[in-house]
């Protein structure tokens, strides 16, 4: 059972403990999108797809879906984000989180990307 | 030609500029066998005096109502409109702006669109307010969409009671989507949507429920009644209303519409045979997001200083392309900007008085119509600005006559299955003494 | 001189009781308004309407005039926005009482010069697009594409293909595109562009099929070129049973020229309030009259126009969609579109479109070696050109577009369209002089020099405007869309 910090290609992290999985997007997701201004946050009991956008995060001229990293079935949300969504900008691994998913099957996390190799991955962008 | 600048030598030099000879050269992408050989046939050109003469000319061909004494409504009206509204609206640094887009250079449009927003709220009772739709009837095609999109139904109930132009336009936009459309059919005696069939409709699976206050008919509708049922089943208010009216009546919001939409012709804009006026769409604060249109908010510049900017952009065409909350992108600016203005300077008291002295001119033209034999009320709900008038008459003969003594009459509504109703309107702009020459002459010519 | 913006809200200079207007006295016998309308239905109070005097309301509205740029107040190169002059006639002829003070349901023998001009103008816009027929009702560009979408489906429909619900998009459209297309119920299939800036035909090829309802095309296309590969594209959508849509957005580049239906195209919008010289009003109203081939003219919104000898008619046509909006239009905007087309004639039209493609290639052609042209073509009416050179410098296009603005030049259209990179589109038009062409190449040189030297010079700017840059995050952030009653 790991609770290190993965990635995927689309800019989001998962920790997964246990079989809570929570999410949020990286620190170069933040940057790139600039100026946070709404999130659209699923809602608990929300059953998602691995792949499949499940919440949106929008800039002052942008959208943004994020993908779920895992199968499962959303057990929390950040509400924090409501109203405050620059929370994603200033402490997007921390205090930024978005949700938080119950996972259908633990062993599809390992197809995701380690930090190491998610900054690699990060310098042919 | 009167607008191009350009001399034959600048052209020369500009063309020379770039290695080229003659215009047609700039146009060598085109395939030969796209490119127009010959003149359009269009005619002109015509000097500015010329066409000064042409347009008075097509202008004297109609009949307008600075000759005519106006009792028609249904829709677009004859209200006064005071002179700064059109002196300030021509400004060319109004008239001639585009959209907002450069906020640091367009203050002005910018918050007199915030002006706006409060005012339309103020009306309407409401927390949102975008700035502005083409007209009443889109804007309540774009609130059937929206109250689809919030509710995830497919499903839309809509008073026969509507008037008939706007069942057309939200018609058209629910059906290009797939959207199914159930009538709350007519109360022939209260001239209201009939109350005692409300059960029969499928209120469970309505995405919302339509009000039109006052209605096409020019009478109140129970907007309580139908208020409980829609959001008992889960489904939104949506009540198209006439914004004269809201300086009497209670403000939607009240009756806990969702959205709140209107044509805001009759806020001191010309009748233009019908255009431009302008759409009013009002929502409260849990479904701006959801709203069409541009919207103006308020925040600060880099010094603290108060400043407005377009805001909420991600819902438009422009940034979420298929998935835009609708297609809109040019609205009704300066349309909207007479409605502010006209409110200005009306202020809270003379609004007031517009409303009621429309309620009391058209209760008086209805009582003396209903001193003639042969005319009787054609329904028992309260009117305000308009109402129906019932006679077995030709009404569009008799409208012809009416017309040959300086009058407009009212619309005989028997083109909308109504063949005994003529609907009549009656604004501020009316005096005494033409409703009481109009009832003379019409008195006269039943006789 | 700058007008610094410290303007209150109209709320804000309100003082109680204090009134702007009267209307005359009230002259008929007064009954008690409980009389009339039942208690549950009247308002407890009366809104916060401000209460001002007329001077008071004529001066707010005159200092916030000041704060905006319009096209008289100075050069507007705004792309795909079409800013050229407004002629002022226009506006006193659009006031005639017998155009402006008449009803829409008032007998047709009453308005027979209204419906003259509605027909007049529909044949003209037809002539100018080389199609059919006419539909005036649309009120802007983007309700223009609606309502064309809609005859586009109901042509299908009634040949029994209604299963055709694939509209192909260039990746370079417009947002109102894909927009339109959801409002219609269509799948949006997008199709790149070439290494010319044009549809890929290759691509095209391979996305047409028995779904294609059609293609929606902008011709010149947002980055100012003329696909050149238009009769093929035209032939490749009808081969495969689709119908070819014209966004007129980009029409003052053709005019006289090309007739888009000569090139295979079955509807056209055209944006009135571009290419028509109406003006835009801070945002509106426009007007987005469609044109259509004789196979879909009976599907058309209505009422249009019909003549009968010299008499004028409205009919609806015979399989007609039904109506985008009440009425005919934006009826006293299209007038203005009427006189405009009246007072050019068909050569001068044709002047227009080529002055605008002049004045566009020349500015172009000065500007090249200091931006990046990343499609180096001769443009239309319109050029795109790159602001990632200025990224070295911790400049972005939008620093320049907020520069630009304290040399009281309006900015171009930036980061549009999506396929370049730190966009910015320029488009002059025909009724700017060459001196002011002059002045702006001139301008933009400086800018650029401002970019290596002294960067912060464009960061911070706009430093001469009404206000500094603003916060936008903060106001997308918390919304604040009215004002508070204190």
Not at chain 1, 95 to 120: F, P, R
Not at chain 3, 181 to 199: F, I, L, N, Q, T
Not at chain 3, 262 to 272: E, S
Request: glycine fraction near 8%; charged fraction near 20%.
């Amino acid at each position: 059972m790991s609770e290190k910090r993965l990635y995927t290609k689309e800019h989001e992290w998962v920790v997964v403990k246990g079989s809570i999985a929570r999410i949020g997007v990286s620190d170069y997701a933040q940057n790139e999108l600039g100026d946070i201004v709404f999130v659209e946050l699923p809602s608990v009991g929300d059953v998602v797809e691995e792949g499949e956008g499940f919440a949106v995060l929008e800039s002052v001229k942008a959208v943004s879906d994020v993908y779920a990293p895992v199968s499962g079935r959303v057990v929390a949300v950040n509400e924090a984000l409501e109203d405050s969504p620059e929370l994603i900008n200033e402490s997007p691994l921390d205090e930024g989180w978005i949700a938080e998913i119950e996972i259908d099957d633990t062993a599809q996390v390992g197809d995701l990307m380690s930090e190491q190799e998610y900054m690699e991955y990060l310098k042919g962008v | 030609m009167r607008y191009l600048p350009l001399t034959e030598d600048e052209k020369r030099e500009m063309l020379a500029s770039m290695g080229l000879e003659q215009i047609d050269d700039l146009f060598q992408d085109i395939p030969p066998e796209a490119v127009f050989q010959g003149d359009l046939d269009v005619p002109g050109p015509l000097s500015e005096a010329e066409l000064i003469r042409h347009f008075k000319a097509l202008a004297a061909k109609n009949q307008d109502t600075t000759k005519l004494v106006s009792f028609l409504g249904a829709g677009v009206y004859d209200h006064l409109v005071p002179s700064i509204v059109k002196r300030i609206v021509g400004r060319g640094e109004f008239l001639t702006a585009y959209t907002p887009y450069q906020p640091e250079i367009t203050q002005g449009v910018l918050q007199s669109i915030f002006e706006y927003q409060t005012m339309i709220c103020e009306l309407t009772g409401m927390e949102a307010s975008n700035a502005s739709m083409y007209d009443g009837a889109s804007a309540l095609a774009e609130a059937c969409l929206m109250a689809c999109a919030a509710t995830k139904r497919e499903l839309v109930i809509l008073p026969a009671t509507l008037h008939p132009q706007w069942q057309e336009v939200v018609r058209l936009y629910l059906e290009s989507q797939d959207v199914s459309i159930v009538y709350m059919p007519l109360d022939e005696q209260t001239g209201t949507a009939d109350l005692n069939q409300l059960s029969e409709l499928p209120w469970g699976e309505a995405a919302c429920a339509v009000v039109q206050q006052p209605n096409f008919f020019g009478l109140l509708e129970n907007v309580t009644a139908l208020e409980s049922r829609i959001h008992a089943n889960g489904g939104l208010l949506v009540m198209a209303v006439d914004p004269i009216s809201l300086s009497l009546l209670k403000p939607p919001a009240e009756f806990k519409a969702d959205i709140v939409v209107g044509d805001g012709q009759s806020l001191g804009q010309a009748m233009g045979f019908g255009g431009p006026a302008f759409g009013f769409f009002a929502t409260t604060e849990k479904l701006i997001r959801r709203m069409p249109g541009r919207v103006v908010g308020e925040t600060v510049d880099a010094e603290g200083k108060r400043a407005f900017v377009l805001t909420l952009q991600t819902r438009e065409q422009h940034i979420r392309r298929e998935k835009a909350t609708s297609n809109i992108c040019s609205n009704q600016a300066l349309n909207a900007l007479a409605a502010t203005i006209y409110l200005a300077v009306l202020g809270k008291q003379g609004f007031r008085d517009v409303g009621y002295q429309c309620l009391q001119k058209a209760h008086y033209l209805k009582q003396r119509l209903l001193e003639i034999p042969g005319l009787s009320a054609a329904f028992s709900a309260p009117s305000f600005r308009e109402f129906a008038i019932r006679g077995a008459f030709d009404w569009a003969e008799i409208n012809r006559r009416l017309l040959d003594r300086g009058f407009l009459g009212g619309l005989p509504l028997a083109r909308f299955g109504h063949p005994d109703l003529i609907l009549f309107s009656v604004t501020e702009a009316r005096t005494k003494q033409e409703i009481d020459a109009f009832v003379s002459t019409l008195r006269g010519l039943i006789q | 001189m700058t007008v610094r913006a410290n303007i209150p809200l109209i709320f804000e200079r309100s003082t109680p009781g204090r009134r702007g207007y009267r209307l005359p006295e009230l002259d008929v016998p007064e009954t008690p308004i409980s009389e009339l309308i039942p208690e549950e239905y009247l308002r407890s109070e009366a809104p916060a309407l401000p209460e001002v005097s007329e001077l008071e309301v004529v001066r707010h509205y005159t200092q916030l005039s000041r704060l905006n740029h319009g096209v008289d107040v100075g050069f507007y190169p705004l792309g795909s926005c079409t800013m050229k002059y407004n002629p002022w006639v226009h506006e006193d002829l659009v006031s005639l009482p017998g155009l402006s003070a008449i009803h829409p349901y008032q007998p047709e023998e009453t308005v027979q010069g209204a419906l003259e001009l509605i027909y007049n103008l529909s044949e003209h816009l037809a002539a100018i697009a080389g199609l059919s027929k006419a539909s005036l009702q649309p009120a802007a560009g983007a309700h223009g594409e609606l309502t064309g979408l809609m005859v586009i489906k109901a042509y299908h429909n009634f040949r029994g293909e209604g299963h055709r619900r694939e509209m192909i998009v260039p990746d370079s459209a417009h947002g109102t595109n894909p927009a339109s297309c959801a409002m219609v119920g269509y799948k949006v299939v997008e199709v790149p562009s070439d290494s010319r800036g044009g549809v890929d035909v290759e691509a095209l090829r391979k996305l047409v099929g028995p779904n294609t309802a059609g293609l929606m095309l902008t011709n010149p296309n947002t980055l100012g070129l003329f696909d050149e590969n238009i009769c093929q594209i035209a032939k490749i959508v009808h081969d495969a049973g689709g119908l070819l849509y014209y966004d007129g957005a980009n029409a003052n580049a053709i005019m006289g020229i090309v007739r888009p239906g000569d090139t295979g195209f079955d509807v056209v919008h055209f944006n009135l309030h571009k290419t028509f010289s109406t003006p835009h009003g801070g945002g509106g109203p426009g007007a987005g009259p469609i044109v259509v081939s004789e196979a879909l003219a009976p599907f058309l919104p209505g009422p249009v126009v019909a003549k009968d000898g010299d008499k004028f008619r409205l009919v609806m046509p015979e399989h007609s969609i039904g109506r985008v909006r009440s009425f005919f239009g934006n009826f006293l905007v299209y007038a203005k579109a009427y006189a405009y087309i009246l007072s050019h004639g068909p050569q001068g039209l044709r002047e227009v479109s080529e002055a605008a493609v002049l004045n566009a290639n020349y500015v172009m052609n000065k500007l090249k070696d200091i931006f990046e042209l990343p499609y180096d073509r001769i443009c239309m009416h319109e050029f795109v050109l790159s602001g990632a050179c200025l990224k070295e410098y911790g400049v972005r296009t939008l620093d320049l577009a907020k520069r630009l603005s304290d040399y009281g030049f309006h900015a171009p259209t930036v980061y549009f369209p999506l396929i370049v990179e730190e966009a910015i589109m320029i488009e002059p038009t025909e009724t700017e002089p060459k001196s002011t062409l002059d002045e702006f190449i001139e301008v933009m040189r400086q800018i650029a020099e401002e970019a290596k030297e002294n960067p912060e010079m464009l960061t911070s700017a706009p430093h001469n405007a009404p206000v500094k840059r603003l916060d936008e995050a903060r106001a997308a952030r918390h919304p604040v869309l009215r004002w508070a009653r204190q």
